[in-house]
């Protein structure tokens, strides 16, 4: 079901997936139950798209791209500027008193759907519950999407039990991969900006 909808468009507003709920599908090979459910309707943030699209993970970036060259997902970008990104920088970099720095593909998932009245798709539940409640989002997880598919006769019960345990297994190994090189990128540019300080 759809959390927190009060309000809301019905299942066919767009879907911003967060790298985790994406990635569900796409290591066990299941990216066609997001297209028979929302084709057309399927928006990767382009943080996401360059999370999923690391050396350690490539099969992922190349389903990634298979849906997008079918012209069944689209990447979307955040323009400076915008409602989008302030809230995105926010999220991300700068949040309120009381709120935690979440990752960038998680903000820009929530920073897009909600300047485009669309639904977050997360399976972060920690991270971004109080997020999804102040700001009144639609929300759907990994396993809203399977009961859809098994309520359309989409997949079987079984199959939907097999798709969620391949999604478990291997989830901490892909969020390990994504932490690792985050960390990576921050001790990066910190050095860079001692080496500058230095020179300077």
């Given at each position: ?17 967060d ?12 990216e ?21 699209s690391?050396?350690?993970i490539s099969?992922?970036?190349m ?5 997008i ?23 991300a ?11 960038k ?29 102040k ?10 999407i ?45 050095v ?9």
């Amino acid at each position: 079901m759809v959390r927190n909808a009060k309000g809301a468009k019905s299942l066919t507003d767009s879907l911003f997936f967060d790298n985790d709920c994406l990635s569900a599908f796409l290591w066990v090979g299941c990216e066609n139950l997001l297209v028979k459910l929302y084709s057309g309707k399927i928006i990767i943030p382009k943080a996401v798209y360059d999370e999923l699209s690391i050396p350690n993970i490539s099969h992922l970036k190349m389903r990634m791209d298979a849906l997008i060259s079918a012209g069944n997902a689209q990447i979307m970008t955040i323009k400076s500027g915008t409602e989008a990104y302030n809230l995105y920088y926010r999220l991300a970099f700068k949040p309120e008193k009381g709120n935690v720095v979440i990752g960038k593909g998680e903000a820009a998932s929530i920073a897009l759907a909600k300047t485009n009245a669309g639904i977050l798709a997360s399976n972060n539940l920690k991270d971004i519950a109080s997020y999804v409640e102040k700001m009144n989002l639609k929300h759907l997880t990994t396993g809203d999407i399977l009961i859809a598919a098994l309520e359309k006769n989409l997949i079987t019960e079984p199959q939907g039990n097999k798709i969620w345990s391949g999604y478990a297994c291997q989830e901490k190994k892909v969020r390990g991969i994504i932490v690792d090189r985050l960390h990576t990128e921050h001790f990066q540019v910190r050095v860079t900006v001692r080496v500058r300080r230095k020179n300077e």
